[in-house]
């Protein structure tokens, strides 16, 4: 019996949440439903970006998702289960609170609230593998553990790669335009005075 056969054995059936084998189960339905919602979202953050590196990075991670929820797929496919999505209301209300920046922001003051809105759902799915990928090592997954292991990574990497844009070209950029606001501000004021 291979590994795989061993994986199905112990996720047979209808998964009991009131185990570690069922609670697993549940967060993984979780996770998919997020990068699908990731997914449909990437386009318009990426659209929605003024800079250039910040498109190009929105970019990259929809492939990156791509290939996740493929992993994902594959995970489900070793247990024997129908890859399948429960709503995951963290990431809805996540991508929501983009929607609302995109909607109320503009230029780099935009691009920083963007990025704050990725990294947002970045340590979310950082959290969520992280813990996925614990379980599957108490649960003996060896096989599924190297492909939580890679996303996560992958997670990590994106992170790290948001956090570096905004502190050395989307922050400061958002607070000169801040800066030259207020100027232009004040001089509007003062000629009315």
């Not at 084998?21 to 919602?37: C, I, N, P, S, T």
């Not at 489900?76 to 929607?99: N, P, Q, V």
Request: hydrophobic share 40%; net charge negative; aromatic share 4%.
């Amino acid at each position: 019996m291979g590994m795989t056969d061993t994986i199905k054995e112990m996720f047979g059936g209808t998964p009991d949440v009131s185990t570690l084998q069922g609670l697993f189960v549940e967060m993984l339905k979780d996770v998919y439903d997020a990068e699908h919602r990731i997914l449909e979202s990437l386009p318009t953050m990426a659209e929605s970006a003024t800079n250039a590196q910040l498109q190009r990075a929105f970019e990259k991670h929809r492939t990156e998702t791509e290939g996740q929820v493929g992993r994902l797929e594959q995970i489900f496919d070793m247990m024997g289960l129908e890859a399948e999505r429960k709503t995951c209301d963290a990431i809805k209300g996540l991508i929501s609170e983009s929607e609302e920046t995109i909607d109320m922001a503009e230029g780099h003051v935009l691009d920083a609230g963007l990025i704050a809105s990725a990294q947002a759902v970045e340590h979310y799915e950082i959290a969520r593998y992280g813990t996925l990928k614990h379980w599957a090592q108490t649960l003996g997954l060896r096989d599924v553990v190297k492909l939580l292991d890679a996303t996560l990574t992958e997670e990590m990497k994106t992170d790290g790669s948001l956090n570096e844009l905004a502190e050395t070209t989307v922050n400061p950029s958002a607070f000169v335009a801040d800066v030259l606001n207020a100027s232009e501000e004040g001089r509007g004021s003062s000629r009315r005075s």
